[in-house]
Nanobody
Framework: QVLLVESGGGLVQPGGSLRLSCAAEIDSFSIRSMYWYRQAPGKPRELVAGIFSDKETTYGDSVKGRFTISRDNRRNMVYLQMNDLKLEDTAVYYC?????????WGNGTEVTVSS
C-alpha cells in the first residue's frame, strides 16, 4: 500500500516562493522515481518535476530555473521548492510515485498565485 501526502500549498503573490512537501509511505522509497505534477482549472495534468533514484532530475519547460525538486531518502520525503512564482503556476500540485500511468498519487495541495 502506498500513501502520499502533500503539504505546503497556499496563497502567494507573484514573485513569491513556496516549498511543497510530500510524505511517502512506500516500500523501497530510495529506488522509486518520484514526481510532482500539477493541474490547473480546465487544463490537463502536466509534469512539473521528477527525481530519480540516482537523484537525477527533470523539469517541465515552464518551471526550469525557478523550481527545484529534491528528496530525503532517510525520511521518505520529496520536496518542491518554487521560486519566482507566476500567475500561471496556480494549480493543484500532486505528488506521484512511479510515473503517471501505473504510479500512485497523493490527493494534492493547492497553490494559488495572486496579487
Amino acid at each position: 500500500q502506498v500513501l502520499l501526502v502533500e503539504s505546503g500549498g497556499g496563497l502567494v503573490q507573484p514573485g513569491g516562493s513556496l516549498r511543497l512537501s510530500c510524505a511517502a509511505e512506500i516500500d523501497s522509497f530510495s529506488i522509486r522515481s518520484m514526481y510532482w505534477y500539477r493541474q490547473a482549472p480546465g487544463k490537463p495534468r502536466e509534469l512539473v518535476a521528477g527525481i530519480f533514484s540516482d537523484k537525477e532530475t527533470t523539469y517541465g519547460d515552464s518551471v526550469k530555473g525557478r523550481f527545484t525538486i529534491s528528496r530525503d531518502n532517510r525520511r521518505n520525503m520529496v520536496y518542491l521548492q518554487m521560486n519566482d512564482l507566476k500567475l500561471e503556476d496556480t494549480a493543484v500540485y500532486y505528488c506521484n510515485a512511479g510515473g503517471p500511468v501505473l504510479g500512485d498519487w497523493g490527493n494534492g495541495t493547492e497553490v494559488t498565485v495572486s496579487s
